[in-house]
């Protein structure tokens, strides 16, 4: 018996000897087969795995990897989700909002805050939560007219150095703009033509619009109507 048994183990211990023989040399000629190994091959998998374009602005928001999951969720329980691009630095964001009507709220201001930075200072203030709402708003209303795109957002905040710097241009930027309070906001929605949208924010918005070639400005000041 003891000799069968032995025999038995000898033959097992030879398997597992040529088992642990045969691995090495696998690991060495296919190196995709052993996951742990490729930890020093190098570029690719980290590069990877490195936050978005964000990272490089300086001031960035909060939570930036939150963006990812809101942005895969368009449409989530009755809340408005608006996709935004920033025309001058190219970020993108979602922004969610809650409720309806003028008690929307937004989810993430604090990232929108930064959305709507003076780009050209780096200069982050607190938007108007009104104006926000109103951008909803007319999201909101071209939405239920078959629209849905992304909104291309022109202008936020703009301190008083850069709206300074835009009228010496002669940019058309009002010496006292709603912009230096972050009250207002320039966009256009591609996809809808323009005159489609003038009637739509004139509907929607109940303080300043401000029609121009290639965009519309809303702000929550007291209403008024211009073209620019
Ligand atoms: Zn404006």
Known sequence: MSTVLFSRRQALATLLSAAALASPARAGLIVG?????IGRAPGPVVSLERPQPVAKAPQTPPEPAQEAVVAAQPRMDGA????????????????????????MVPRDKARLDWFFRDWRQNE??????DTLTILASVVGAARRQGWDG????????????????????????ARNSFHIQAKAVDFSMPGMEMAALHRLVK??????VGLY??????????????WG
Do not use: C
């Open 213 to 226: 070639r290639n965009f519309v400005h809303i702000d929550s000041g007291p209403q008024r109507r211009w």
């Open 124 to 129: 982050i203030r607190a938007m108007d939560p």
């Open 33 to 37: 087969a052993n996951g742990p190994l």
């Open 80 to 103: 408005l989700s608006v996709a935004l691009l920033n025309a001058n630095t190219g970020d993108r964001m979602t922004a969610v909002f809650d409720g309806t009507g003028p008690a």
């Open 150 to 173: 992304e909104v291309r957002m022109h202008s936020g905040y703009r301190s008083r150095k850069t709206n300074d710097q835009l009228r010496s241009r002669g940019v058309g930027a």
């Open 203 to 208: 509907a929607e918005a109940p303080g300043g």
